[in-house]
Structure formats: structure tokens, C-alpha cells
């Protein structure tokens, strides 16, 4: 079936630096994506989100990138801090029941 | 607001053994959800609802059973217990798009 993966299962960057952290999704029907961030024991929280219909959406230090022709999502991170260190998700949801599809996720370390 | 609630937070199971996690949420959200999550991996869909009474299958339901009798509680039941349901486990509710997560079920089964 159709489901949304990202291209790097580890990311390390250096403290202050900006982080890049990629996802390909496959489901074209999807109108709505959302980043979430795991950190260890924890259940995922919501970073940010972005309808179908955006191509760009900014938060605080974070922004997300999507590009419909290519069916790839981004989340860029500014200034990475140690407390960005954890797990990044990807997913995808439909308008028609609301379930998301989450990829393998991303670990991202930053460096001190 | 606690938000979404899990009990208990680790468990340990022998094969064959029953056992029913709970899910409790105080936003007043119609739907709610259950995932595992294995080592390394993504959330997988197991069961979720739109409101109280009403719950469907998703990704992987085998093995699992759910219940919605109220807006508030959503338990997932695991009736005979296999080594493969070896899983953290996380309930989620939302209104429409954002799902909130519970902080999970760690179940290990032997």
C-alpha cells in the first residue's frame, strides 16, 4: 500500500547549526502533513503541519517545506539546541477518515 | 487538562495470558486511537474510533480487541498473548487533524 517514509534514519548536527530532516510520501491523495518529535519514553508531540494546498509553513524555529511534484516534505530546524535531539516523524492523513500513516522516523543528535 | 492517560506504564505478560490497557481523555475528543510501536520503528494503526460506540480496524488488529463506551475511555484488550505483541503501545485522540499522545504501554510478553 501507499505510505510515507523518510530518506535518513540518523541525523547528527552540531549545536546552533540549522537541521534539514527529509520525508518522501507516495500518497498523492493525502491533504494534510504533519511532523512530530519522540522523544526516549515519551509519546509523540506535534511539531507543525501543513495542508496539501501550502507549499510553506513557518513555526517557531521550525518550518516545513512541501513539494506536491515531487511528493517530498521537509522540516527545517533553526539553531539546533540540545533539547531538539529525539526521534522525527513524518505522516500523512486523509480528509476522509482522519488516520495518519507515520514513516520509520528520523534520529537527529546534536552535537555540544 | 491531563490530556490523554495510559495505565499501566510497564507490564509484563506471559504467553496466553489477557490483559486490557487503558486509555483515558479529557479534551472531550470524538476520535481516539491505538498504535504499537516496535523497536526502530514507526506507529502502526490498531484500532481506532470516531465516537463513543463506534470503532473500526486498522492497520494491524489481530490479536486486539476495543471497546468505546464512553467519549472519555478507549481500552485496547489483548486476549491470549503472543511473544510478536511485544510492543510499546500509545493511545491518541483529536478532534480533526492534530492527534494528541498518551505517554504509552510498555508490554513485554514471555
Known amino acids: 500500500g501507499e505510505s510515507v517514509g523518510l530518506h535518513l534514519p540518523t541525523l547528527s548536527v552540531q549545536e546552533g547549526d540549522n537541521s534539514i530532516i527529509n520525508c518522501a510520501y507516495s500518497?498523492?491523495?493525502?491533504?494534510?502533513f504533519i511532523w512530530y518529535k519522540q522523544e526516549s519514553g515519551k509519546g509523540p508531540q506535534f511539531i507543525i503541519d501543513i495542508r496539501s494546498n501550502m507549499d510553506k509553513r513557518q513555526g517557531q524555529r521550525v518550518t516545513v517545506l512541501l513539494n506536491k511534484t515531487v511528493k517530498h516534505l521537509s522540516l527545517q530546524i533553526a539553531a539546533t539546541q540540545p533539547g531538539d535531539s529525539a526521534v522525527y516523524f513524518c505522516a500523512e492523513i486523509s480528509s476522509n477518515d482522519y488516520k495518519l500513516s507515520f514513516g520509520a522516523g528520523t534520529t537527529v543528535t546534536v552535537r555540544a | 487538562n491531563a490530556g490523554v492517560t495510559q495505565t499501566p506504564k510497564f507490564r509484563i505478560l506471559k504467553i496466553g495470558q489477557s490483559m486490557t490497557l487503558q486509555c483515558t481523555q479529557d479534551?472531550?475528543?470524538?476520535?481516539m486511537y491505538w498504535y504499537r510501536q516496535d523497536p526502530g520503528m514507526g506507529l502502526k494503526l490498531i484500532y481506532y474510533?470516531?465516537?463513543?460506540?463506534?470503532?473500526d480496524k486498522g492497520e494491524v488488529p489481530n490479536g486486539y480487541n476495543v471497546s468505546r463506551s464512553t467519549t472519555e475511555d478507549f481500552p485496547l484488550r489483548l486476549e491470549l498473548a503472543a511473544p510478536s505483541q511485544t510492543s510499546v503501545y500509545f493511545c491518541?485522540?483529536?478532534?480533526?487533524?492534530?492527534?494528541?499522545f498518551g505517554p504509552g504501554t510498555r508490554l513485554t510478553v514471555t
Open positions: 474510533s470516531v465516537g463513543a460506540g463506534i470503532t
Open positions: 491518541a485522540s483529536s478532534i480533526l487533524y492534530e492527534q494528541y
Open positions: 500518497n498523492s491523495a493525502s491533504d494534510y
Open positions: 479534551m472531550n475528543h470524538n476520535y
